[in-house]
């Protein structure tokens, strides 16, 4: 289904490439000098697709969000804070998720169910709702359609990101051209089922509601929920697509050429979101690609390549440069799925090189200097063929280092 | 089930603990100068128990214990090396076991079938036999049933662990007096199901198959499957249990207070193994102890415990000393378990005294301070309250320090 990206064109606008939207981005109090609130708003009622964390335990915000998915609300505005996640503050975090709608509909003259919420920072404190009601007052009068006000956006979402995640991109559907935008955060606590970190793609395709939660539901499958940084699934992670139609193309109402070309693009947005959070992992100095060829099922794949990237042996062995291959197949061998041992390949290859570890199940003889030369590169690929079947999965992930650890040790306090 | 231990007295012999047993401990040169191999001996044939690993990747060993227990072999002798697992090394692998066995056999005038291997350190190296058969025979004449015997069996098995990990039992069966000693090594891959570490218990005990068997199953379940440290479980993980009955109790054939008692020090030997694991941990500056009550069952208790100390995140705000219930309450929620939220109660106890975080589910108030004192013990209790079934569920795990990047980025080279 994937044709090659290579035709669509990037468009240097970032989140705001599409059409008829705007943004903003400031500071209201909640972190102490950082930009921690940003605003995306659409000049027309948008479609709204969505897709969620699968933790038992949902932030306030999305819970917000998932009702209005399921209302088919179209929307107009998103708010997102960072600072504070109003995840497990009870009666009173519902409250302030719903006066923070409530105070950017009333600015920008919308109901209040056409703002969606979303929140990500700490776990487990109010939400300091002065600031916020006064930071959306403030910021609502800033949005505004240039690019400085898109990179404020993008940057106010951030938390323990080190690099801004934006990207643009324009196609052509039926000889009309789209645009799509899109900005996303997060840099641990990364592992889906779904999300685990904020994403947003604002496009001015004209699609109807279920062919834009399809797109969304499939992508996200191929990118966001094939990527982890530490295994741990947020409350708050969340995915949102605005589709505005302002292109103009003939609706997509169906699957077919128009479809994938929507569904190119909508991909490649969200792979670059995704890959980007894995790069920016907390403390990652290395970007791993891993590729199961030959997998009995997709989801069989997914697992073990899911389990060889957060095994902590495994990513420490890639921090340190070692070809471990021997804790690559253990934590194959955990992963719950069954293989034939004795039909496993494995190989490692960078942009130095490339190197066989195991054929047929059995430890190839490979020089530790050239292995070494190849795992110095940032980005590396862990190629796996087994012969359980035809399915292909890849999946990306990141290495275990210090800085890891002294981010995390250090994060609340 | 579960009566006081208590009443049971140490015994300072450590795995020589019981009547009728042997050990030794050497250098054959697998590894550079540390003691690479220990062999335990029974002087007359003994019951034999095993749990092992359930990784879908067995060690070549693994597969000849495992043989070996469906058997029904009478064992009389343990060979164990530590420095190469001999895990995915093919049918040489398979060749090597046997003639490890065979070596011992003949030096002891056994049968090859009366001899359990065991190996455990880096995969996919084939074991360098030449070395190892001359250890074992001349090992073999140097089993001796003195306290330096079983002392340097016990540091022959250690791999990354820093401390010798050693225990002896005195108990007494219908009058008589039995003895149990136990010897283990693990401190990395250490996530069970099934052990994830190497594990030995001699005892006197005259105990059927079954009944040792089922006292095994169970206290394995209670102990080494309930404890964690990163997650990985290892190709080589084994548990073995000789019984030679030379306490000459009557026979313990069936449940009841005999067997309870002699389950109770298994148990005791078990968990004193699997904490010492933990608190060994790679990298480890905390031990955790995660109390679940009012679990909906077992099972899932277990879920909830296991995914709260393997998280990342919550083992590094451990590490830092921080009080972040949040992450806790994020790692439960992506157990796979559900649960009402708002009945949650969660509190954290060391020497220094004990805090609520969380009651109903909502934050409480407390002074960060008194958690920071709490937290800058060694030994912590994380007691969390649900209200959804009866069941109370115990589990241990460890910190995430920069330790354990530095000693598992570097191990292999």
Chains 1, 2 share one sequence.
């Not at 920072?121 to 006000?149: A, C, F, Y």
């Not at 997709?298 to 070692?322: C, M, P, Q, W, Y």
């Not at 804790?327 to 034939?340: D, K, T, V």
Request: charged residues 25%; contains cysteine; glycine residues 10%.
């Amino acid at each position: 289904m994937l044709e090659r990206v290579d035709k669509m064109k990037h468009n240097k606008n970032g989140i705001l490439s599409a059409k008829g939207f705007k943004a903003a981005g400031g500071h209201t109090g909640v972190k102490r000098s950082k930009k921690d609130m940003a605003i995306l708003y659409s000049q027309v009622p948008a479609i709204y697709a969505g897709a969620f964390t699968t933790n038992h335990v949902k932030a306030a915000p999305v819970l917000w969000d998932k009702n209005l998915l399921t209302e088919k609300s179209p929307i107009q505005a998103i708010v997102i804070n960072s600072g504070n996640a109003n995840a497990v503050t009870g009666n009173q975090g519902i409250e302030d998720t719903k006066t923070m709608a409530k105070t950017c509909a009333v600015k920008l003259n919308l109901n209040t169910n056409q703002v969606l919420i979303c929140s990500t920072g700490i776990i487990g404190q109010p939400l300091p709702m002065e600031k916020i009601v006064k930071g959306i007052e403030n910021l609502v009068p800033t949005l505004d359609d240039n690019r400085e006000s898109g990179k404020n956006a993008a940057e106010a979402i951030m938390t323990t990101d080190t690099s801004l995640k934006e990207y643009g991109l324009i196609g052509e559907i039926d000889g009309v051209e789209v645009n799509m935008g899109s900005m996303g955060k997060g840099a641990g606590m990364i592992e889906p089922n779904m999300a685990t970190m904020l994403g947003f793609v604002l496009t001015d395709v004209n699609i109807t509601r279920e062919m834009l939660q399809k797109a969304l539901s499939e992508a996200v499958n191929l990118t966001f929920n094939m990527i982890t940084v530490d295994g741990d699934t947020s409350t708050n992670d969340s995915v949102i697509v605005l589709a505005n139609g302002m292109a103009g193309n003939p609706i997509i109402d169906k699957e077919g050429k128009a479809y994938e070309k929507f569904f190119n693009m909508l991909f490649e947005s969200l792979k670059y979101l995704a890959t980007s959070i894995v790069k920016d992992g907390e403390g990652a100095t290395k970007f791993l690609e891993v590729n199961i060829q030959g997998a009995k099922s997709f989801e069989s794949g997914k697992r073990i390549a899911k389990s060889i990237l957060t095994s902590n042996l495994v990513k420490t062995a890639f921090f340190g440069e070692d070809a471990n291959w021997g804790r690559i197949l253990a934590a194959m061998g955990y992963s719950g799925e069954s293989f034939n041992i004795n039909k496993v390949y494995l190989n490692l290859e960078s942009a130095r090189g490339s190197i066989g570890l195991l054929k047929g199940g059995v430890p190839l003889g490979f020089s530790e200097e050239k292995a070494k030369e190849i795992l110095e590169e940032r980005d590396i690929k862990v190629l796996i063929k087994l012969e359980e079947g035809i399915e292909k999965v890849t999946a990306w992930g990141c290495d275990l280092s210090y800085d890891y650890v002294k981010i995390n040790g250090d994060y609340r306090t």
